[in-house]
């Protein structure tokens, strides 16, 4: 007898871009929190707004989620996932089933100045290797995800201030 997916299937985010962006930062996708929320980077405990706070010296986590995303699009720095819809129970990556990738060649397209995509932790660094070819500069940084506790925050900053690094055209 076949087991039925019980799981719920889900609509990611449409991008966070624009004509300035030169750095996309890649997730796999988002949470429970973020999802009820409708707004990347919901939960709490996800070191995601607070390490950028860190990487940009300037106060994320107190502003309005608007105001957050203004922020990064002047930066130079853009969000999205590797997946636009998946079927999942609860928040975790490993329990991500029927993952559909997003359209990045159309991206490509789009965004032509995009010159470096940072991924936002080894499931979304599986697209890697297509982001490399394409010429684009890569970066995978450690997952902002309370799940991946076995770093500290000052250990995950560390890396996630190579996004301060002037991206070079590819």
């Not at 995303?69 to 029927?98: P, V």
Request: proline share 8%; with cysteine.
């Amino acid at each position: 007898m076949n087991a039925i997916s019980s799981a719920p299937s889900s609509q990611g985010f449409p991008p966070v871009i624009n004509q300035h962006t030169h750095t996309l930062i890649l997730g796999s996708f988002p949470g429970i929190a973020s999802l009820e929320a409708q707004q990347y980077y919901a939960f709490p405990a996800n070191q995601f707004w607070r390490l950028l706070s860190a990487v940009l010296n300037s106060d994320l986590v107190s502003l309005p989620y608007p105001e957050r995303l203004q922020r990064l699009l002047s930066a130079g720095i853009g969000l999205w996932d590797i997946y636009r819809q998946c079927e999942r129970e609860g928040s975790l990556d490993s329990a991500i089933r029927k993952p559909e990738c997003n359209d990045f060649v159309s991206l490509r397209r789009q965004f032509p100045q995009l010159q470096r995509v940072a991924f936002n932790g080894k499931v979304a660094a599986r697209l890697q290797k297509q982001f490399s070819d394409w010429g684009l500069i890569t970066l995978t940084l450690p997952s902002s995800s309370p799940a991946h506790a076995s770093w500290s925050f000052a250990q995950k900053l560390e890396v996630w201030q190579q996004l301060c690094d002037a991206p070079v055209a590819p």
